[in-house]
T-cell receptor, first 111, second 117 residues
Framework: GQQVMQIPQYQHVQEGEDFTTYCNSS?????IQWYKQRPGGHPVFLIQ?????EVKKQKRLTFQFGEAKKNSSLHITATQTTDVGTYFC???????????FGTGTRLTVIP | NAGVTQTPKFRILKIGQSMTLQCTQD?????MYWYRQDPGMGLKLIYY???????DKGEVPNGYNVSRSTTEDFPLRLELAAPSQTSVYFC????????????????FGEGSRLTVL
């Protein structure tokens, strides 16, 4: 079955440092979505990538979809304490009606 | 709009008991999903539905049942609860299939924390 892995599992950074999480799928994806879950909260949608090699930016966040559509990354520039939480990627295989979530990267930002 | 509403928020069950987690959405979404999240882990898909009367298994369906008699409601039934079902359960919905145009964003409920002792 489809597997979506994320690395690293945990990341501690000083406030102001950059952060990157990587997502790798065992199968080619038709699209990938990213979600953020604050501690004790529920996942909240951030963005969706569809095209091979696509790059999208949201303020300090940069999302990239790999050329082979099997991997993706989220980069945060100059982290802030409000960035704390777990970041999940979620991929869909072509023709499927559901999403498979990655294992998540838990980000801690030290003030 | 209330979005996706789950009840109860917390529940403790004894081994062998049964219960139903309720999920309702008021966004007229076609797709609904049940995920479970174990401590420090990602989300595993239990069941999903693409419309009223249609349900399908996800990655971890054993020990659970669902029904979708209306567009709004997607209850999750646990039969013969086991300690392995201790988890946080999230219901989610989307208007279209994930990734389909601009309608594939998943909206999540606040979660139901279940402990089986």
């Amino acid at each position: 079955g489809q597997q979506v892995m994320q690395i690293p599992q945990y990341q501690h950074v000083q406030e102001g440092e950059d952060f990157t999480t990587y997502c790798n799928s065992s199968t080619t994806l038709s699209n990938i979505q990213w979600y953020k879950q604050r501690p004790g909260g529920h996942p909240v949608f951030l963005i969706q990538l569809v095209k091979s090699g696509e790059v999208k930016k949201q303020k300090r966040l940069t999302f990239q979809f790999g050329e082979a559509k099997k991997n993706s990354s989220l980069h945060i520039t100059a982290t802030q304490t409000t960035d704390v939480g777990t970041y999940f990627c979620a991929g869909r295989q072509t023709g499927a009606n559901n999403l498979f979530f990655g294992t998540g990267t838990r980000l801690t930002v030290i003030p | 709009n209330a979005g996706v509403t789950q009840t109860p928020k917390f529940r403790i069950l004894k081994i062998g008991q049964s219960m139903t987690l309720q999920c309702t959405q008021d966004m007229n979404h076609n797709y609904m999903y049940w995920y479970r999240q174990d401590p420090g882990m990602g989300l595993k898909l239990i069941y999903y539905s693409v419309g009223a009367g249609i349900t399908d298994k996800g990655e971890v369906p054993n020990g659970y049942n669902v029904s979708r008699s209306t567009t709004e409601d997607f209850p999750l039934r646990l039969e013969l609860a086991a300690p392995s079902q201790t988890s946080v359960y999230f219901c989610a919905s989307s208007y279209g299939a994930p990734g389909q145009g601009n309608t594939g964003e998943l909206f999540f409920g606040e979660g139901s924390r279940l402990t089986v002792l």
